[in-house]
């Protein structure tokens, strides 16, 4: 597995919204085009790809009845399953999502509590188990107050990036807030080698203004 962060400025997202039915949010835009285009790459020659699924994690914290506090320590991630006809296009496809994590309802979000605190109560229950991987993931992040903090006074963070440690599979996809804040994102993905370098040089993932700022060198098209 091989990482690459891509940055993707104000006007690159804007670009890329209005590409795209109203109302689309940043996560479902970023999380469909590049489910896209790794599916894309990974199929080349192969023919037409349509009904596939995607496994989101999204922070439930704010979600439940009784919204836990954004400094609640612990797991709040909670991982479901979204599908789409990838044929459609990337507006149908960014819609999709949109749909699907607007619709989680919170019986869903107890219901995989339950089972993970029931999972540690039998033996060896509490042993580590693959959480991201094999299916390909994208992890919602972008609304985390990442440049709020300071390890020295007055400076905040120059650049954010996330990798998780263990992902394997087809990879997996996070969207960040960027440095300069409001409509800009990073983008953190961690795929196969070969994956992370053809997304790094992928016309229509850079045709919006992205740029790669970390990750496989990108060489020009003979």
Same mark, same amino acid.
């Given at each position: 597995?091989?990482?690459?962060?891509?940055?993707?400025?104000?006007?690159?997202?804007?670009?890329?919204?209005?590409?795209?039915?109203?109302?689309?949010?940043?996560?479902?835009?970023?999380?469909?085009?590049?489910?896209?285009? %790794?599916?894309?790459?990974?199929?080349?020659?192969?023919?037409?790809?349509?009904?596939?699924?995607?496994?989101?994690?999204?922070?439930?914290?704010?979600?439940?009845?009784?919204?836990?506090?954004?400094?609640?320590?612990?797991?709040?991630?909670?991982?479901?399953?979204?599908?789409?006809? =990838?044929?459609?296009?990337?507006?149908?496809?960014?819609?999709?999502?949109?749909?699907?994590?607007?619709?989680?309802? *919170?019986?869903?979000?107890?219901?995989? +509590?339950?089972? =993970?605190?029931?999972? !540690? !109560? !039998?033996?060896?229950?509490?042993?580590?188990? !693959?959480?991201? /991987?094999?299916?390909?993931?994208?992890?919602? #992040?972008?609304?985390?107050?990442?440049?709020?903090?300071?390890?020295?006074?007055?400076?905040?963070?120059?650049?954010?990036? &996330?990798?998780?440690?263990?992902?394997? /599979? *087809?990879?997996?996809?996070?969207? #960040?807030?960027?440095?300069?804040?409001?409509?800009?994102?990073?983008?953190?993905?961690? +795929?196969?080698?070969?994956?992370?370098?053809?997304? &790094?040089?992928?016309?229509?993932?850079?045709?919006? /203004?992205?740029?790669?700022?970390? /990750?496989?060198? %990108?060489?020009?098209?003979?």
């Amino acid at each position: 597995m091989s990482s690459a962060t891509f940055h993707f400025p104000a006007s690159a997202m804007r670009e890329l919204l209005s590409a795209l039915e109203p109302g689309a949010t940043p996560f479902a835009a970023l999380a469909a085009l590049f489910w896209l285009r %790794v599916v894309a790459n990974a199929n080349a020659g192969d023919g037409e790809e349509r009904e596939r699924e995607l496994t989101l994690a999204l922070d439930f914290r704010k979600r439940m009845h009784a919204p836990l506090p954004t400094g609640y320590y612990g797991s709040a991630v909670h991982f479901t399953r979204a599908r789409a006809d =990838l044929a459609a296009g990337l507006p149908a496809v960014a819609a999709a999502l949109d749909r699907h994590v607007a619709g989680v309802p *919170e019986d869903e979000l107890w219901a995989a +509590l339950e089972w =993970l605190h029931a999972r !540690q !109560q !039998q033996p060896g229950g509490g042993e580590p188990f !693959q959480m991201y /991987g094999p299916e390909l993931t994208a992890m919602a #992040l972008d609304h985390v107050p990442m440049y709020g903090a300071e390890f020295e006074v007055g400076a905040p963070p120059a650049r954010v990036a &996330c990798r998780v440690g263990g992902a394997a /599979g *087809e990879g997996l996809v996070i969207v #960040l807030p960027a440095a300069e804040g409001g409509e800009a994102r990073d983008v953190v993905v961690t +795929l196969p080698a070969e994956a992370t370098a053809r997304v &790094c040089r992928d016309g229509e993932v850079l045709r919006y /203004g992205a740029k790669v700022v970390f /990750g496989p060198k %990108v060489e020009k098209d003979a």
